[in-house]
């Protein structure tokens, strides 16, 4: 079992930033993905960004050049630099970890965009 914790999410204007973290912990092995999804009211959960434990990282074509998805292996923790956020951005942003065959979310955290 893997277990994952995130924050920073909040409330921002259009053009401002956020950074989302998200913290894994349990059974991680050094083979995996850990990214970030998104959700918003009415919409499928769609791909932010993903990024290996080697550092290759993917994109959903709306956020690129506007965020930017890190990690830091040994804190098992993944991070989200969100810069110009637009009111199409604000949705309800999961942390995902994938291993094998298994994946796991974290519990969302809100991403509001607003005036």
């Known amino acids: 079992q893997v277990q994952l914790v995130e924050s920073g999410g909040g409330a921002v204007q259009p053009g401002g930033s956020l950074r989302l973290s998200c913290a894994a912990s349990g059974s991680i092995f050094s083979m995996n993905t850990m990214g970030w999804y998104r959700q918003a009211p009415g919409k499928q959960r769609e791909l932010v960004a993903t990024?290996?434990?080697?550092?290759?990282?993917n994109y959903a074509d709306s956020v690129k050049g506007r965020f930017t998805i890190s990690r830091d292996n040994p804190k098992n923790t993944v991070y989200l630099q969100m810069n110009s956020l637009k009111p199409e951005d604000a949705a309800v942003y999961y942390c995902?970890?994938?291993?094998?065959?298994?994946?796991?979310w974290g519990q969302g955290t809100q991403v509001t965009v607003s005036s």
């Open positions: 990024a290996t434990n080697r550092g290759s990282t």
């Open positions: 995902m970890f994938r291993r094998d065959q298994y994946t796991y």
